[in-house]
């Protein structure tokens, strides 16, 4: 029996240790001492225990021997590492912070998504129909992690559809890759797992209402059903993104307005407006409904006069920024900075361009009961060239210098006034099908969206839009990639055996 004590003793006062740090270091990272914890650690001291009752000579021997004051130092490095690890761990589950550091903050959720998140009323289930090898998983999961830790309202599971086929039957869910937005009995659907695809369904789960954006027609404006260069496809596209219903309205053949019509959009007529619709124009403003006119150049007047009861002009000219514009052409002027308004409070720093526009002028006096204000404007090296139709571009004595107004928007100067709201932008190219198909991560979108929100009066829309996801590819020569390949396979070895072999010089 002694004999069995002597050669294990040592054995268990090891096996005791372990037992010991194990239950530590799972204390310190589940922040509580759970069943397996208690049993672990208790089984430990109970080891090392009974090692010192039955060799109380050995272990006084050992714990002041030469070894254990040498490697005193050592042992309570090792201590210390593994708790200052645990501490980490812990701090770490409980205080989430994420630093992003790509050019373009490809894993911060936009200024939307945020505003979005932050005004949740209700809780939102959300329900990811995804297999463990299904396309898209890992960047839909880091995603919606992003999600739920911004808002306390909102939940989420991921969803095996195939070993759980009764519940993707429930939820009608018949492809992998289906994420189930649920706001009570209100079910919303995206196949997309991209920023954009899940803000926007959120939006649409949490609007009990559906408002309508409606654009004239009659006049040979731009198309939004349309994916001509000039046309508005990509635009309708957003709005619908954004909850709205776009539709098509002509009031020359109804003069009665759609019920759900929260902004009607006069998108770059080229022909004049009748002065029957002209005046059906200012009844809707002056009844409380809110008009968004983008206006081309072209056209002298194509409104006959119904924009100076609000205190607005649009001069025949094209506006021309040698100082700022668009990659070098002088009639798309470049905008960066804007008037403080609920529309650009948060686009400061973000670039927007108009392609061939006409200035926008607030005339003197203003009128009664209207408040005007320019948001957008060029720079002062700009000027208003009303020569356009002979092709000559040169600023002359006659001709409005900058800064030149490009946007102006009009309100009641009075709070329930009854009034509705009125925005007008010289150009309608900037969020053309073109424009909008060629150049991407520009304000365009964000301008123009803003400027639908506050007038549909859903002022919390108003922020930044996450942008298209950008595609980053590293072009390598032939050379270049020979170069990596062998110096990976055969420099990092030879490197390694040349350090081995100076080592083995040097000591003999």
């Not at 194990?22 to 990272?29: D, K």
């Not at 905008?335 to 670039?351: C, R």
């Not at 050379?479 to 010089?505: D, E, H, K, T």
């Amino acid at each position: 029996m002694r004999k069995w004590v002597d050669l294990y003793s040592k054995y268990l006062a090891l096996l005791g240790l372990a037992c010991i740090v194990v239950a530590l270091g799972g204390w310190l990272v589940a922040g509580k001492a759970q069943l397996w914890v208690e049993i672990l650690g208790s089984v430990g001291v109970l080891l090392v225990a009974a090692t010192v009752l039955l060799q109380p000579a050995q272990a006084r021997a050992v714990l002041t021997g030469r070894q254990v004051r040498y490697g005193g130092n050592a042992v309570v490095m090792s201590i210390a590492f593994v708790l200052i690890l645990g501490l980490l761990n812990y701090l770490g589950a409980r205080h989430h912070q994420r630093w992003d550091v790509t050019a373009e903050k490809s894993f911060s959720l936009s200024e939307q998504t945020l505003q979005i998140l932050k005004n949740l009323k209700e809780p939102v289930k959300v329900k990811l129909f995804f297999t463990p090898q299904a396309y898209g998983r890992t960047e839909a999961e880091d995603l919606i992690k992003e999600y739920a830790i911004r808002s306390d309202k909102l939940s989420y599971e991921f969803i095996d559809p195939v070993t759980q086929r009764r519940l993707a039957l429930d939820y009608q869910v018949s492809r992998d890759g289906t994420i189930v937005f649920e706001r009570g009995s209100r079910r919303e659907v995206t196949f997309g797992y991209q920023e954009q695809d899940l803000t926007s369904t959120l939006l649409k789960v949490t609007r009990d209402t559906v408002k309508g954006v409606y654009f004239l027609t009659g006049h040979q404006e731009r198309d939004p059903d349309s994916q001509e260069q000039e046309a508005y496809g990509l635009i309708k596209q957003v709005l619908e993104r954004e909850n709205y219903k776009v539709g098509k309205f002509n009031y020359a053949i109804t003069d009665t307005v759609p019920s759900d019509m929260a902004v009607l959009v006069v998108a770059g007529p080229r022909k004049p407006l009748s002065p029957e619709e002209i005046s059906r124009l200012k009844q809707y403003v002056n009844g409380g409904g809110s008009l968004f006119i983008l206006a081309e150049p072209g056209l002298a007047d194509p409104f006959g006069g119904m924009l100076a009861a609000y205190g607005i002009e649009l001069p025949d000219n094209i506006i021309i920024d040698p100082a700022k514009s668009f990659f070098g052409d002088i009639a798309s002027p470049l905008v960066d900075s804007y008037e403080f308004h609920q529309i650009t409070k948060d686009l400061g720093g973000l670039t927007t361009f108009f392609p061939t526009a006409r200035s926008v002028v607030l005339s003197e006096p203003g009128p009664e009961g209207w408040m005007r204000q320019l948001l957008v404007t060029t720079s002062k090296d700009s000027w208003a060239e009303t020569s356009y139709r002979e092709r000559e571009v040169r600023p002359d004595a006659n001709e409005a210098k900058g800064p030149l107004g490009l946007m102006a928007v009009v309100e009641p100067s009075e709070v329930g006034a009854g009034k509705g709201r009125l925005i007008v932008i010289g150009d309608a190219d900037f969020v053309s099908n073109e424009v909008l198909g060629s150049v991407v991560n520009v304000g365009n979108v964000d301008l123009f969206m803003n400027a639908v929100n506050w007038l549909a009066t859903e002022e919390e829309l108003i922020t930044i839009r996450p942008k298209e996801p950008s595609q980053r590819e590293v072009i390598l020569t032939p050379l270049q990639a020979r170069a990596i390949i062998y110096s990976n396979i055969l420099f990092v070895p030879l490197l390694v055996l040349a350090a081995g072999i100076w080592v083995w010089w040097r000591r003999r």
